[in-house]
């Protein structure tokens, strides 16, 4: 199965910063990576598909990009609602798999 | 507007099974692949599997083989996942989650979520 390995575990930001999140996959996923968001309490949102094309009604402030094994999702301009847990998901191979998670917690 | 309404909440003995449902409106649910994912506590999730309605059609994570069995009904547009044998590591919250497209695992409309809970 491929690996995904998702860092920072959690991260602390202030309102109006820019964050960064990687993946970082045990092979070339081709950019088959997509990226998810997750309140508390809530079901996973679709924020990211292909590792840079954003799904319909997701704010722009949300940006993916990458290639090969390296993959990252950044958030510019925090506002207090993207506080949450952000997960990637590979779909490039079965079985699919998500990474870890990275909680962002917002000053 | 798509919705997916999952069943309740369920307390089960080590060793039975238990079948919870999703039933989706405000779309073509023989259109769509649905699929199934698994949260445990601490967050880890795990990609189930995969059913499409229009045919039957199924595909697992080999790792849920004879441990999950997807099924759907057309007539009440409504997925089933049945978990067998269940043990304490069962115990999660359990997503359907509609897929965008075949063979992409871009879910864009999510279930509630259940909550399964294996003790005696």
């Known amino acids: 199965d491929i690996q995904m390995t998702q860092s920072p575990a959690s991260l602390s930001a202030s309102l109006g910063e820019t964050v960064s999140i990687e993946c970082l996959a045990s092979?070339?996923?081709?950019?088959?990576l997509a990226w998810y968001q997750q309140k508390p309490g809530k079901s996973p949102q679709f924020l990211i598909y292909?590792?840079?094309s954003l799904q319909d009604g997701v704010p722009s402030r949300f940006s993916g990009s990458g290639s090969g094994t390296q993959y990252s999702l950044k958030i510019n301009s925090l506002e207090s609602e993207d506080a949450a847990t952000y997960f990637c998901?590979?779909?490039?191979?079965?079985?699919?798999?998500f990474g870890g998670g990275t909680k962002l917690e917002l000053k | 507007q798509v919705q997916l309404q999952q069943s309740g909440a369920e307390l089960v003995k080590p060793g039975s099974s238990v079948k919870i449902s999703c039933k989706a409106s405000?779309?073509?649910?023989?259109?769509?692949?649905m699929h199934w994912i698994k949260q445990q506590p601490g967050n880890g999730l795990e990609w189930i599997g995969w059913?499409?309605?229009?045919?039957?059609?199924?595909k697992y994570n080999q790792k849920f083989n004879g441990k999950a069995t997807l099924t759907a009904d057309k007539s009440s547009s409504t997925a089933y996942m049945q978990l067998s044998s269940l043990t304490s590591e069962d115990s999660a919250v359990y997503f359907c989650?509609?897929?965008?497209?075949?063979?992409?695992?871009?879910?864009?409309?999510w279930g509630q979520g259940v909550m399964v809970t294996v003790s005696s």
């Open positions: 989650a509609r897929g965008t497209g075949p063979y992409v695992g871009y879910f864009d409309y």
């Open positions: 092979e070339d996923i081709y950019n088959n």
């Open positions: 405000g779309y073509t649910f023989t259109s769509y692949d």
């Open positions: 292909y590792a840079s």
């Open positions: 059913i499409y309605p229009g045919n039957g059609n199924t």
């Open positions: 998901l590979q779909d490039s191979e079965y079985p699919w798999t």
